[in-house]
C-alpha cells in the first residue's frame, strides 16, 4: 500500500517535472521566436526603405520648385529616420556599423536643412546638386548590398539569432552571410567618407561627430588609467580592480576601469587612451540620509570641476532625487554661455561626494572658439518672444541647433503660468531657435491611498 503510495506521488512528480519543463521549453522558444521575428522584421523594413530612400534621392534631382521639392526632401528625411531606426533593433551592437549610420544620418541632416529653407529664395546651388547626386549613386550601392544580403536571407532561411551568438560569443570572423554581408556595407560607406568629408554641404555634421578625436596627451597605459580612477573617484584603496580595454571597430580608444572595495563599494569610470581624460564615472554605494543642502551640493561639484582643471565653469541645471543632488554645468566665456560643452554631475547629499561624472558633450565639442559679435540687442531680441512670457533671467549663450550648427542667440529664462522656460532667439536674425519647458519640481504621491 504504502509502496504504492510512494510510486504514485514519485509518478506525479516525473510527470509535473516533465509538464514544467515543457513548459519552460515553450515560453523559452516563444521568445526566441519573437526575438527572430522583430530581427527579421527590422531588417527588411531597413531593405524596402532603402529602396525607397534611393527613388527617392532621384525623384529630387528631377525637381527644381519649392512646392514639389520640399516635401520631396522631407521625405528623404523620415526615410533615413526610420531606417536609422531599423538598424539600431538589429544585433549589430559589437559589429563596426558607425560609418553606415553616419551616411543615413548626414543623408537626413542634409535634407531636412535644405527642405526648410525657403528654396524660391534660395534654390539648391551647384555644389548641392553635386551632393544629391552622389548621395543617389552612393545609396545605390547600399541598396544593392542589402539586396544581396535579404536574397541570401530568403533562399537559405538564415537566423538572425545566429548572428546574435556569434557576435556575443566573439565569432563573427566564422563564414556567416549576414555579418559578412554587413561588413561589406560598411566597407563600401568607409570609401564615401573622404569624398564626404570634403563636401561642404555636410562637414558640418560631421564636425559634430568627431568621437574625441581633438583630445590631447600622450597616450596612457592600463596602471596609468587605475591611477586616475582612484583619484577621480571615492574608492582610494580598492580591493578589486579591473582595467579592459575598447572593442575593435570603435572610433577611438579608451579603457574601463573597475574599482571595488571591502565594503561593497564599487565605482566604474571610462577614459580617453590618449592623455587620460575621463569621459564618465559612476559609484555605487547606500546613501541613507541627507545632511547637506542642495546648495551644499553645488558646492561641492564646483570644487571638484575646478580641482580637476575644468575652468570657467558654472551650473545652470539642478535636480534632488532622494538624497541625491544632480547638476548640469556649463562653460562660460567672456560671459557667454557655451551649452555644447556641458558637464554633468551626482553629489551625495550625505557627505558631499561625488558619485557620478559624465563629460562626453564637453570633450566633444571642447575647442577655442572665437564668439562672435550680435546684430541684434538684448530689446530687439526679446520682440521675438512671447509678451506673456516673464523675463526673469537674460543672457547671451552659443547652442547647437536642430542641424548640428552652432548659433549664438540670447537666451531667456521667462515664467508663464506655473512653468518655467528656457527659449533662444538667435542673435543675429531673430529666429526662435529653442524652447524648452523646465522641469517643475516633482508631486509627492507617498499619501495617495
Not at 512670457?389 to 508663464?416: Q, W
Request: hydrophobic share 35%.
Amino acid at each position: 500500500m504504502i509502496r504504492g503510495i510512494i510510486i504514485a506521488v514519485l509518478s506525479l512528480g516525473v510527470i509535473g517535472t516533465g509538464v514544467w519543463g515543457y513548459q519552460e521549453h515553450r515560453e523559452k522558444n516563444a521568445i526566441l521566436i519573437n526575438a527572430e521575428n522583430n530581427y527579421q522584421r527590422a531588417f527588411h523594413d531597413l531593405a524596402y526603405q532603402m529602396d525607397q530612400l534611393h527613388d527617392q534621392i532621384g525623384t529630387t534631382l528631377a525637381m527644381n520648385s519649392r512646392k514639389s521639392l520640399s516635401p520631396a526632401l522631407a521625405d528623404v528625411w523620415r526615410l533615413t529616420s526610420e531606417a536609422h531606426s531599423n538598424v539600431g533593433q538589429l544585433p549589430l551592437t559589437l559589429l563596426p556599423f558607425n560609418k553606415t549610420e553616419e551616411f543615413l544620418s548626414n543623408i537626413g541632416n542634409f535634407s531636412y536643412r535644405t527642405a526648410v529653407r525657403d528654396l524660391d529664395k534660395e534654390p539648391l546651388s551647384n555644389e548641392e546638386y553635386g551632393t544629391l547626386k552622389r548621395l543617389y549613386s552612393q545609396s545605390a550601392n547600399i541598396q544593392g548590398e542589402l539586396r544581396k544580403v535579404q536574397h541570401l536571407v530568403l533562399k537559405n532561411n538564415l537566423r538572425w539569432m545566429d548572428v546574435e551568438m556569434a557576435l556575443a560569443t566573439g565569432k563573427e570572423g566564422a563564414d556567416n552571410t549576414i555579418i559578412d554581408g554587413f561588413k561589406t556595407v560598411e566597407k563600401k560607406v568607409k570609401g564615401y567618407d573622404e569624398s564626404n568629408t570634403n563636401d561642404p554641404s555636410l562637414v558640418s555634421f560631421q564636425k559634430n561627430n568627431n568621437n574625441f578625436r581633438d583630445v590631447k596627451g600622450k597616450s596612457i597605459t592600463k596602471d596609468e588609467a587605475i591611477q586616475i580612477a582612484k583619484r577621480f573617484t571615492n574608492i582610494k584603496n580598492p580591493s578589486k580592480v579591473k582595467v579592459t580595454e575598447n572593442g575593435k571597430g570603435a572610433n577611438f580608444s579608451f579603457y574601463s576601469v573597475t574599482l571595488a572595495d571591502k565594503n561593497g563599494n564599487e565605482g566604474n569610470m571610462d577614459m580617453t587612451k590618449k592623455g587620460g581624460h575621463p569621459i564618465y564615472f559612476i559609484e555605487r554605494r547606500d546613501i541613507t540620509k541627507q545632511n547637506l543642502s542642495l546648495n551644499d551640493g553645488i558646492q561641492a561639484a564646483s570644487k571638484f570641476l575646478k580641482n580637476n582643471q575644468f575652468d570657467h565653469m558654472e551650473v545652470f541645471e539642478s535636480t534632488q532625487y532622494d538624497h541625491i543632488g544632480v547638476f548640469s554645468f556649463v562653460v562660460n566665456e567672456e560671459g557667454v554661455r557655451i551649452y555644447p560643452e556641458t558637464i554633468k554631475l551626482k553629489v551625495a547629499l550625505d557627505n558631499g561626494q561625488i558619485i557620478g561624472f559624465t563629460a562626453q558633450d564637453y570633450m566633444k565639442n571642447t575647442e577655442n572658439r572665437k564668439i562672435p559679435k550680435p546684430k541684434l540687442t538684448m530689446a530687439e531680441a526679446k520682440g521675438s518672444i512671447n509678451p506673456k512670457l516673464k523675463v526673469m533671467e537674460d543672457r547671451l549663450a552659443i547652442i547647437s541647433n536642430e542641424l548640428g550648427k552652432e548659433v549664438l542667440c540670447y537666451e531667456f529664462l521667462g515664467t508663464l503660468g506655473k512653468d518655467t522656460y528656457r527659449i533662444f532667439i538667435n542673435a543675429n536674425d531673430g529666429k526662435e531657435e529653442n524652447v524648452e519647458k523646465l522641469q517643475n519640481a516633482e508631486p509627492v504621491y507617498h499619501n495617495v491611498l
